[in-house]
């Protein structure tokens, strides 16, 4: 079974912090996906890895792609009260769906 | 706006109840996946259709069940309704289906189902 495990579970930070997010399976992705998602919305496509080693960058978001392509991290830099959100990694599964992580809860305080 | 729509925005019932949930894909999208969103496990994929025909099958009951048809939108039906149901329900679309990177799913505002 694919699984996607995303850490931390919540964050709140102060305004211009910067912060980390983690997304870790043990197993490999053909490609990975991130999206953020706010309250009473459906998540929102950001970014999708696909290379491992890969590093992809939206404006002070950093996108990176494991070697081995099981795992992947979100970097924001300078974080703004804009980026509050439910941030989840999703990879494909074997029937053509996502698999999601269970999200990474942002809260960025001015 | 993703271009998906669904139908209704929240729903309230009872247990033992039976609803049904509505979305239209995107202009242009096969392929319609459904999930569920609860507090507990997360985004669970349901089911996926693509041009009529159900294609994948994830952790749906079998209380539930869907269907798309000929002009693309998609219906979830729930049945026998219970407490632990309550959760946010999402339809996403793509044009294909083939789940690789490049066929982007796209996903509705959802409809919040509470069971009292």
């Known amino acids: 079974t694919q699984l996607l495990e995303q850490s931390p579970q919540f964050l709140s930070i102060q305004e211009g912090e910067n912060l980390t997010v983690y997304c870790n399976s043990s197993?490999?992705?053909?490609?990975l996906q991130w999206y953020r998602q706010e309250p009473g919305e459906g998540p929102v496509l950001l970014v999708t890895?696909?290379?491992?080693?890969e590093v992809k960058k939206l404006k002070r978001l950093t996108f990176q792609f494991g070697d081995a392509r099981k795992d992947s991290s979100l970097h924001i830099t300078a974080a703004q009260p804009g980026d509050t959100g439910l941030y989840l990694c999703?990879?494909?599964?074997?029937?053509?769906?996502?698999?999601f992580g269970k999200g990474t809860k942002l809260s960025v305080k001015p | 706006d993703s271009g998906v729509t669904q139908t209704p925005k929240h729903l309230i019932t009872a247990t033992g109840q039976r609803v049904t949930l509505r979305c239209s894909p995107r202009?242009?999208?096969?392929?319609v996946y459904w999930y569920q969103q609860s507090l507990d496990q997360g985004l669970q994929f349901l089911i996926q259709y693509y041009n009529g025909e159900e294609r994948a099958k994830g952790n749906i009951l079998e209380r539930f069940s869907a269907q798309q048809f000929p002009d693309l939108h998609s219906e979830l039906n729930l049945s026998s309704l219970e407490l632990g149901d309550s959760a946010l329900y999402f339809c996403?679309?793509?044009?294909?289906?083939?789940?690789?990177?490049?066929?982007?799913?796209?996903f509705g505002p959802g409809t919040r189902l509470t069971v009292l």
């Open positions: 996403a679309s793509s044009v294909y289906s083939s789940g690789e990177f490049t066929d982007t799913q796209y």
């Open positions: 197993s490999v992705f053909s490609s």
């Open positions: 202009s242009g999208d096969l392929s």
């Open positions: 999703a990879g494909g599964g074997s029937q053509g769906n996502l698999i």
């Open positions: 890895v696909v290379t491992g080693g």
